[in-house]
């Protein structure tokens, strides 16, 4: 019996068929983490698809999260439910007493690194009052960003209220 | 406790992303928080958070020390806007300079002396301070 060109066509049509409804599970792996990954706080969830039946683990934030992390990979497409959830709520952070300094004294080597850290950034200028740096300036978001980090890398207390935006 | 409510979102997803050394305390209204990032990526999710907290993060009741996980050895990124970082004799401006790298060039930590201050190593041989904004750990 001769197998015509069309029982071929159509087989291989039928194969297409079936392959194109069912995503596979590495397909499913990467679209449940690209849902996850829009919000920050989902975005450190791991994925895990066998069969399409996927399991979620590590840590959230708060039960809402959780709960929000299963509805959001029960969402997409291929996904058989339900979905495993074994993620961790995460315990609050626990914010201790004090310890004796956690600001640097604006000595004289500490104003410089203040004043080192802003060289490079045109437009910025600083005064030493008592205990703060006080910056004023026009800066970038940007560039207001790299002081910030500066300063808290110096441990040095600010006042940017005088600090504009670049327009 | 306003503070930590104000800043939960971002104590929480530090924890999340698994900072070591999470230290969080509050002093005179101001809340500190400190620790080691694991990447540079998670260092600058969490100061995208504080800025989005804070709006310009004007306010001055935080101050996040986190500093991101590198040990001796670890390459380092040149993140300078564009011109050369120079390497100093001594950690500070005053410092001889001993060598330069360029803006994206990769140096070798040698040790973190201080939270401003880091000793690398040039790929040239050169070794001394630089200025640790601009060293991103790959």
């Known amino acids: 019996m001769k197998i015509t060109k069309m029982t071929i066509a159509a087989a291989l049509m039928v194969a297409v068929a079936f392959t194109s409804c069912k995503p596979k599970d590495s397909e499913i792996k990467v679209n449940v983490e690209t849902a996850l990954k829009a919000d920050m706080k989902m975005a450190s969830t791991m994925v895990a698809v066998n069969d399409g039946v996927v399991t979620l683990s590590g840590e959230c934030t708060d039960a809402e999260c959780k709960a929000k992390c299963e509805s959001t990979a029960a969402g997409v497409k291929g996904v058989k439910p339900p979905v495993v959830n074994n993620m961790t709520v995460a315990a609050p952070v626990v914010v201790e007493q004090a310890p004796a300094s956690m600001t640097t004294e604006l000595d004289a080597s500490t104003q410089q690194k203040v004043k080192d850290g802003i060289k490079d950034i045109p437009g910025v200028t600083v005064e030493f009052s008592a205990d703060k740096a006080v910056l004023s300036g026009e800066v970038t978001a940007a560039n207001r960003m790299k002081i910030m980090q500066m300063l808290a890398a110096a441990k040095v207390q600010a006042d940017v209220s005088k600090l504009m935006d670049k327009k | ?138």
């Open chain 2, 1 to 138: 406790m306003a503070l930590q409510d104000k800043y939960a979102e971002l104590l929480t997803t530090a924890q999340t992303h698994g900072v070591s050394n999470l230290s969080v305390a509050e002093k005179d209204g101001v809340l500190h928080v400190s620790g080691t990032a694991k990447s540079t990526a998670d260092y600058d999710a969490l100061w995208a958070l504080y800025s989005k907290l804070d709006p310009n993060m004007a306010s001055g009741d935080l101050m996040m020390n986190i500093d991101i996980k590198a040990d001796a050895g670890a390459q380092l990124k040149v993140t300078t806007d564009s011109t050369n970082l120079n390497i100093r004799s001594t950690p500070s401006t005053e410092g001889e300079i001993v060598g330069k790298a360029a803006h994206d060039e990769l140096v070798t930590l040698v040790e973190k002396t201080d939270d401003s201050w880091w000793k690398v190593r040039t790929a040239q041989g050169e070794e001394g301070y630089a200025y640790a904004q601009y060293l991103s750990p790959m």
